[in-house]
């Protein structure tokens, strides 16, 4: 198991070299020139030359595609991402400043439709074809249907109709006040997870429906044990497995939801940031961004596969 793990964080490497290395090719064949739009002009507009230049210079734009990229190489393996071109500040503060409130309002997601989720699976599945399997299979038919962005617009727009509420303009951290902090995100944390929760609910539903139907649970049942017993301690540990599969890539793609609901609702998170960070072509911010998200995706395919191994002793890795 240690040499497992020690193997894949030395194949990190490599797909993070990867990774950095096409965002860097992407972001310098996309049309449009950074310090045109700083200068604010385009393409088609007469522009002073020595002033383009200079903005180049300042921006490292003007050295060739390998120096830029060994640049940007060895400043990843210093940390230093170099300074973004909307804020002006260097980038590595920015992450650190917007970093925890996505992570935040992620553990907060996840929580909620962990919670939801595997609940209603169970639930679904003890109780095939009742009233209970065809609520829980409405439930999951929402929220595969509901786009995040259109959803955090109807939470906006009832909260607002209703009660009066807008999103608040500065978000209070977990450290400084966690009930403020909570009451502030369930709604965003909601909208983000309700998709996973409906995924997570599914999966867990099918998953349980195919264990109960193994030999070990009828013995357990033979032997005389509780169904609750039998579901809970024989039946949904096994069927966990295929539940977190699909939880951990949900949960890469709740990056993806996070970018808009952070948007929708003004949290001032990494996500919200890297749309801003498109809107005015800030290069370092972005290419550091990806680099993050690579980062993390690995660290989670890692943790899911020594999950398994703990969930399932069967599971070995050579």
Not at 123 to 132: C, E, H, R, W
Not at 136 to 163: D, E, K, M
Not at 228 to 249: D, E, W
């Amino acid at each position: 198991m240690v040499t497992y793990i020690l193997r894949r964080i030395l194949l990190m490497v490599p797909t993070l070299l990867g990774a950095v290395t096409l965002i860097f090719l992407v972001m310098r064949l996309l049309p449009g020139d950074a310090a045109l739009y700083i200068l604010g002009s385009d393409e088609a507009s007469q522009l002073n030359k020595e002033a383009l230049a200079q903005v180049r210079q300042e921006l490292g734009l003007d050295h060739s595609l390998p120096v830029q990229y060994v640049q940007w190489l060895w400043g990843v393996v210093r940390l230093d991402f170099g300074t973004s071109y909307w804020t002006k500040q260097p980038v590595i503060e920015e992450l650190a400043q917007r970093y925890p409130m996505t992570a935040n309002l992620a553990v907060l997601s996840l929580l909620l439709s962990t919670v939801i989720a595997v609940p209603i699976g169970v639930l679904s599945a003890v109780k095939q074809d009742t009233f209970a399997d065809y609520a829980a299979r409405i439930f999951v038919i929402t929220g595969l249907s509901l786009p995040n962005f259109w959803l955090a617009i109807l939470i906006i727009l009832g909260l607002v109709h209703y009660f009066r509420w807008l999103p608040p303009l500065d978000y209070a951290p977990f450290w400084v006040d966690p009930w403020l902090n909570v009451k502030q995100l369930v709604f965003p944390a909601a909208a983000t997870g309700y998709r996973l929760s409906a995924i997570s609910a599914r999966m867990t539903r099918s998953s349980v429906l195919e264990v109960l139907r193994d030999d070990y649970v009828r013995t357990a049942r033979a032997k005389g044990l509780h169904e609750r017993a039998v579901v809970l301690k024989h039946a949904l540990r096994n069927a966990l497995l295929p539940v977190i599969t699909i939880t951990s890539v949900e949960l890469l793609i709740l990056f993806g939801g996070l970018v808009v609901v952070e948007t929708v609702f003004t949290i001032p998170g990494i996500g919200r940031f890297l749309v801003d960070a498109i809107i005015h072509r800030d290069y370092p911010s972005i290419q550091a961004l990806v680099f993050v998200f690579s980062v993390f995706v690995v660290v989670v395919n890692l943790l899911v596969d020594i999950i398994y191994a703990l969930l399932d002793p069967r599971i070995r890795y050579a």
